[in-house]
């Protein structure tokens, strides 16, 4: 430290010193009247920029004052290290010495931070190509270098700083790292506590000691920044728990002489735990104090609980928020008694003045269209400010699915008391994506799907698709469009032309085929904020071409009703989704049921399908998730139930441990056909990955699935169902979905085919 200050000292003064030649050398020269300026010693700035800054034109007198005021001027320019004036005659000479360029910026020895990154933060600071070498300003660029290894818990990495000159008053400049080893925890103590154990303490905390996935979390590397949190971590328990009076008295951090090992002491002082003896309200409520107590999440005579008191103020200011409110201040406020160990919590609120909303803006939303966000806002510019409508408008734009995080932020107008602006922050996702799924068994050993999709097709929030299933049993071609405000009010259309291919799952090398060739049209009527009303109809064409192995189910079809069908059928269905997020649902439930007529052609038939989600945040990180799912087909017209419109169960997204549609009938050949009665039920308890905090795209999870499908002459009975239990991933990478689950059946019968690996992959553009 005291070396940088000598040269920062050394190099202050050689500048004033300069400066000072420089101005005796300028007041050396008499006054006279400037009939040229001429300019010596310029390399690459041009000489406009010297005759620009000067304070002095042709025609004018010179003298002391303005000779100094121009040296100054071109200084402050940062391209020289020398500025001279001299006269020749009635002549001005500028002599100058320009700094060196920076020709090129490296790294070398850095490998925990990314050279492309290290080069763009110092091209932000000014040391980049081409541009002026200065000093102290890579003297400071080496100081943050160092700062930022620091962060790392690189404690023993130095950076030198290697100045080059090359040819035409060029420099190169290298940064040298020598980053060393990592100063890992090796020990963490708590130190005053006496209600709670220290290991339940440290089980808290993020940062520990290491363990077998510190490779990967890297929890025991040392910052001050995870130490922060994790001290609010520990008061938060407490708080949590009626320690209201709880304190972090002080922490030391010890780091050894080898600077690579650290060790970490937090000194606490509990205090009392307090019952609350009661809740009280006070201030003005609207002459609504009924509706505010029943927000009330305080619970009188259990400890005291900082979260529930949280919740209670929020609560209470959205209720303020919803008649127009923006402002309410809304305080807690504790009336200890403290030879009872009791509290007293009074709800003080105050909702000032009420507010409306003068411009909404959207920010972040690089390709996405303005309106495709403003279109799903419900609280509109120059209306009342209401919490509610502003919460179900956030909750639809995350329900697009084109981002990642959805934010508004309320801000105060200067000069405006009675009026707010609405900032919709977004972040946005890839919606473009190349899919790939997978399944793999010692049957079939891998088959894939492909699809190209587009959610968000050149930022109009239109749907493109174009899906190619090329698995060993399933070919599909599907084109699809969805436009979700075909009209203004919000009428969705949706096209779809397909052409599918379809053999049994388990076939032994037959050749026959399946063929359904078709076209359709959809429309999605809003009702509500949740609903949604689908209708539409369609023309399809499905054709049984024999050959080897093919199952009797379809033979048997096609000599009572021919190789060829026609359907014309007619959809309604209606869906409900009030989730938090398509992307990565937290709370909420969602509900679909489609419905399918044929009331032409060949296959006259009924179908339907039911689904039902429920999502319930058990906390900040635990999900409970349940999917429900019923499916019923029934024949018309004396006719059988077409075998071509069977529902089929089995692998991801069903029944999952077992291959992939083999539940349910088979016929004489061991053939699956599937059915026209489906039940599917799925339970799953979703968590954050170990190590990669609250992040809702990386998920872990643990699910069981029960479900089977019926033939027509069945009945439904648990007796028969299937059930499966196992652990799986989910990431939503940057790159794209990705789903694995291993499953192990714990109810299966004599013949079921098992799949216990199971995964789904894809790629984003």
């Known amino acids: 430290m005291k070396k940088n200050i000598q040269r920062f000292g050394v190099r202050t003064a050689c500048a004033v010193a300069a400066m000072i030649f420089a101005a005796q050398a300028a007041w050396a020269l008499e006054p006279f009247k400037v009939q040229d300026i001429r300019v010596e010693g310029l390399q690459r700035v041009e000489p406009g920029t010297i005759f620009a800054s000067m304070p002095m034109r042709v025609g004018d007198d010179y003298n002391d004052e303005k000779g100094a005021t121009a040296i100054r001027a071109l200084f402050a320019l940062g391209l020289f290290k020398d500025v001279r004036l001299e006269a020749n005659g009635n002549v001005l000479v500028v002599v100058v010495q320009e700094r060196p360029t920076i020709a090129d910026v490296e790294f070398a020895g850095s490998r925990e931070f990314d050279k492309d990154a290290l080069k763009k933060s110092m091209r932000d600071i000014g040391l980049t190509d081409g541009r002026p070498f200065d000093k102290a300003l890579a003297d400071r660029a080496e100081q943050e270098l160092k700062r930022q290894y620091l962060n790392k818990s690189f404690y023993a990495a130095d950076v030198v700083t290697t100045v080059t000159p090359i040819e035409r008053n060029r420099v190169n400049l290298t940064f040298t790292v020598i980053e060393g080893a990592p100063a890992r925890i090796n020990d963490i103590r708590i130190v005053g506590n006496k209600a709670f154990s220290e290991s339940t303490l440290k ?36 708080l949590q728990r009626g320690y209201l009076e709880f304190r972090i008295d002080s922490t030391q951090v010890a780091i050894s002489p080898n600077k690579e090992s650290i060790s970490v002491t937090v000194n606490v002082s509990e205090g009392e735990r307090y019952v609350v003896s009661g809740v009280q309200l006070e201030g003005n409520y609207l002459d609504r104090e009924d509706e505010f107590k029943s927000l009330v999440k305080i619970v009188p005579g259990e400890p005291c609980n900082a979260d529930q008191v949280t919740e209670t103020t929020k609560a209470f200011s959205d209720h303020f928020s919803n008649f127009g409110f923006a402002f309410a201040r809304v305080e807690a406020v504790p009336e200890i008694d403290r030879p009872n160990n009791r509290v007293n919590l009074v709800v003080q609120a105050e909702p000032s003045r009420r507010a409306y909303v003068r411009r909404i803006s959207v920010a972040g939303n690089n390709r996405t269209r303005d309106e495709v966000v403003r279109r799903e806002f419900r609280q509109f510019e120059a209306s009342w400010y209401d919490g509610d409508k502003i919460k179900l408008s956030r909750d639809r734009v995350d329900r697009l699915g084109y981002f990642t995080d959805v934010n508004v932020e309320t801000q105060e107008v200067p000069g405006a008391p009675d009026q707010v602006d609405l900032l919709i922050t977004v972040a946005e996702k890839p919606t473009g994506s190349l899919q790939l799924g997978a399944g793999f068994s010692s049957a079939e050993k891998v ?12 930022g109009s929030g239109n749907y493109l698709g174009v899906e190619v299933n090329t698995s060993k049993y399933r070919r599909t071609l599907v084109f699809s469009t969805t436009n979700p405000y075909f009209t203004a009010d919000g009428v969705s259309r949706t096209l779809d032309v397909y052409y599918r291919t379809d ?48 199952p009797a189910a379809y033979l048997n079809y096609a000599d009572r009703f021919g190789y060829n069908s026609t359907a014309v059928p007619l959809t309604i269905g209606w869906s409900r989704d009030n989730r938090d997020s398509a992307l990565a649902p937290n709370a909420g439930r969602y509900q679909r049921f489609n419905s399918e007529w044929s009331v032409a052609g ?6 339907a399908n039911y689904q039902y989600q429920q999502y319930v945040p058990l906390n900040k990180k635990f999900t409970l998730a349940f999917n429900g799912e019923l499916g019923l087909g029934k024949a018309m017209n004396n006719r059988p139930f077409p075998v071509f419109k069977n529902f089929y169960s089995g692998g991801l997204g069903s029944v999952r441990g077992f291959d992939q549609g083999t539940l349910g009938p088979r016929d004489v050949t061991g053939a699956s056909l599937g059915g026209p009665k489906k039940v599917t039920l799925n339970a799953e308890l979703m968590a954050p990955f170990p190590g990669a905090g609250n992040d809702r795209t990386l998920r872990m999870f643990t699910f069981v699935d029960v479900g089977n499908v019926y033939g027509d002459d069945q009945k439904i009975t648990f007796n028969d169902m299937r059930a499966s239990a ?27 085919r098992i799949q216990k690996l199971q995964f789904q992959i894809g790629t984003s553009f």
Do not use: C, H
């Open 203 to 238: 089980g808290l905390l993020e940062q520990d000691t290491g363990g077998w996935l510190s490779w990967y979390t890297k929890s025991d590397r040392y910052a001050r920044s995870k130490l922060n949190a994790d001290l609010e971590t520990l008061r938060s328990y407490y």
């Open 503 to 550: 053999k049994p799952y388990e076939d032994q090398g037959g050749n026959y085929e399946l063929v359904t060739k078709g076209a359709s049209i959809r429309f999605g009527v809003p009702f509500s904020e949740t609903d949604t009303v689908f209708f539409g109809g369609g023309m399809e064409q499905i054709s049984i071409k024999p050959g080897t192995n093919i």
């Open 602 to 607: 060949d296959a006259r038939y009924v179908r």
């Open 726 to 752: 196992g652990v799986g991933l989910s990431w939503i990478s940057p790159l794209g979905p990705l789903r694995i689950a291993f499953a192990q059946p714990i109810r299966k019968f004599a013949g079921d």
């Open 447 to 458: 088959s894939l799907s492909f699809a190209i999709k587009q959610e968000n097709a050149f």
